[in-house]
């Protein structure tokens, strides 16, 4: 009789053997195929090798899909409602007027607030930095334009000829 396996009891990993994928029919290696995952499973193997999960994957990667999952999961938005606040913006970012997005994927980036998660405009990868290095302290950002312009002004001054 077959011991039966229980949570206390987990089924150990299966590292040696070969199996045939259900889709090319081959048979390999049991380290070519992934391990399933999951509550149910955990220890236990996929039915297609990696190289026909990998092919099944790509064939069915859309990236505007992934890209509207990200949108909602993230900031409650959808892919349309970034395209529709994107028009509405002009096409540029809503601090700076900038039509060059910047960053790794060339996409303005979802502005929201940290405490609330309300979304609040979509920025260039610069103002979006400089917004996020400051934690959007309004205070601090205040003081920086303070800055900016006393030492403008004092650039100004040292540059003026003398005047006697």
Request: proline share 3%.
């Amino acid at each position: 009789m077959h011991e039966r396996y229980t949570n206390e009891m987990s089924r150990p990993i299966q590292t040696t053997g070969t199996r045939i994928c259900t889709t090319c029919g081959v048979e390999k290696d049991i380290t070519e195929f992934y391990l399933r995952g999951g509550k149910r499973s955990p220890k236990s193997r996929k039915s297609k090798c990696k190289k026909c999960e990998i092919i099944r994957l790509a064939a069915s990667y859309d990236p505007s899909k992934s890209r509207n999952n990200d949108l909602k999961r993230l900031y409650g938005i959808t892919l349309n409602d970034y395209n529709q606040m994107l028009t509405e913006q002009n096409d540029r970012c809503v601090i700076c007027k900038t039509t060059e997005p910047g960053g790794k994927h060339g996409k303005f980036m979802v502005d929201h607030c940290h405490d609330t998660g309300k979304v609040r405009g979509l920025l260039c990868k610069r103002c979006n930095i400089a917004l996020g290095e400051v934690g959007d302290n309004i205070q601090t950002l205040q003081s920086m334009v303070e800055y900016l312009a006393t030492a403008k002004t004092s650039e100004v001054a040292l540059l003026a000829p003398s005047i006697g």
